[in-house]
């Protein structure tokens, strides 16, 4: 009777770790969606940033050198 007792116990932290892990994965990738949807923005800030520079840079007729 302890060896069936003994294995229902187990499998059911088992599953309960699981779960838990589950969880923590669940959490991080909402983390790194947040993380990735404000490094878009940033990045497309950048670009529209670089592109007004160019735009302009090439109404004056100006160069780099």
């Known amino acids: 009777m302890f ?3 003994l294995a229902i116990a187990l499998g059911f932290v088992g599953i309960a770790l699981l779960g838990v892990l589950g969880i923590k994965v ?10 990735l949807t404000t490094t878009t923005e940033r ?3 950048a670009s529209e ?4 520079a160019a735009t302009r840079l090439a109404a004056t007729g ?3 050198r």
């Open 43 to 45: 990045i497309s800030r």
């Open 49 to 52: 940033d670089l592109e007004r």
């Open 3 to 5: 060896w069936p007792m």
């Open 26 to 35: 669940f959490v991080e990738v909402q983390r790194l969606g947040r993380q």
């Open 62 to 64: 100006e160069s780099l």
